[in-house]
């Protein structure tokens, strides 16, 4: 079972807000990933870290920013939220070749 | 670029029916495949995989074959159940890609009735 952690499970914020997803995984990895999952289901990659001090944008581009400052926390910003954001917000992480990816539960961001 | 099409669903099934669900790829050199499963109100659990060709893929009693002349790796189960129900999602990893970006398809509802 994957000891990947995320927080809040279900956001609903107003307008202009600065909100913060935390993600943590327990397993060590090196690699750490976070998609946005539009309502159609489709993932999309915005994201990811190699390690520590190592953040790269996806294929998605995305006004939210993330930092690794520790191995087991990914955390994702977004400065001042809109409509648009609304969207489920998956983490997840990988170690060596990434082969396997192990993801969180989610969380469902909704921006009225 | 690497790409992944997934047959559109969604899919309704009776219980005990037999599952397939196409998935094929572009991509170059020689990628793992991967299928995914996301129940509801859940992240994405890794289903199967297979890293070359001809390898067979099983878990659950679903399969998938990785076939490089076909470019294909269909997920199939001979009697599903309602906990079956879930979205299913096709994945590669480009042989070359050393920090593990996994590209997918636009996943596959699937409904099963009892």
């Known amino acids: 079972e994957a000891d990947i952690y995320q927080t809040p499970r279900y956001l609903v914020i107003g307008t202009g807000k600065k909100i913060t997803l935390e993600c943590s995984q327990t397993m060590g990895h090196d690699k750490m990933y976070w998609y946005q999952q539009d309502p159609g289901m489709e993932l999309h990659l915005i994201h990811y870290?190699?390690?520590?001090?190592?953040?790269e944008k996806g294929d998605l581009s995305s006004e939210s920013t993330v930092s690794r400052i520790r191995t087991e926390h990914f955390p994702l910003t977004l400065e001042s939220a809109r409509p648009s954001h609304t969207s489920q917000y998956l983490c997840?992480?990988?170690?060596?070749?990434?082969?396997?990816?192990?993801f969180g539960a989610g969380t469902r961001l909704s921006v009225l | 670029g690497n790409s992944v099409t997934q047959m559109e669903g969604p899919v309704t099934l009776s219980e005990e029916a037999f599952l397939t669900i196409n998935c094929t790829y572009t991509?170059?050199?020689?990628?793992?495949l991967f299928w995914y499963v996301q129940y509801p109100g859940e992240g994405l659990q890794l289903l199967l995989k297979?890293?070359?060709?001809?390898d067979k893929g099983s878990n659950k009693g679903f399969e998938a074959t990785y076939r490089k002349e076909t470019t294909s790796f269909h997920l199939e189960k001979g009697s599903v159940q309602v906990s079956d129900s879930a979205v299913y999602f096709c994945?590669?990893?480009?042989?070359?890609?050393?920090?593990?970006?996994?590209?997918f398809g636009q996943g596959t509802i699937l409904t099963v009735h009892p």
């Open positions: 870290s190699y390690g520590v001090n190592s953040t």
């Open positions: 997840a992480s990988s170690e060596g070749q990434g082969v396997i990816q192990y």
């Open positions: 297979a890293t070359k060709a001809d």
């Open positions: 991509a170059t050199g020689y990628p793992s």
């Open positions: 994945a590669l990893k480009d042989g070359g890609t050393s920090y593990g970006k996994l590209t």
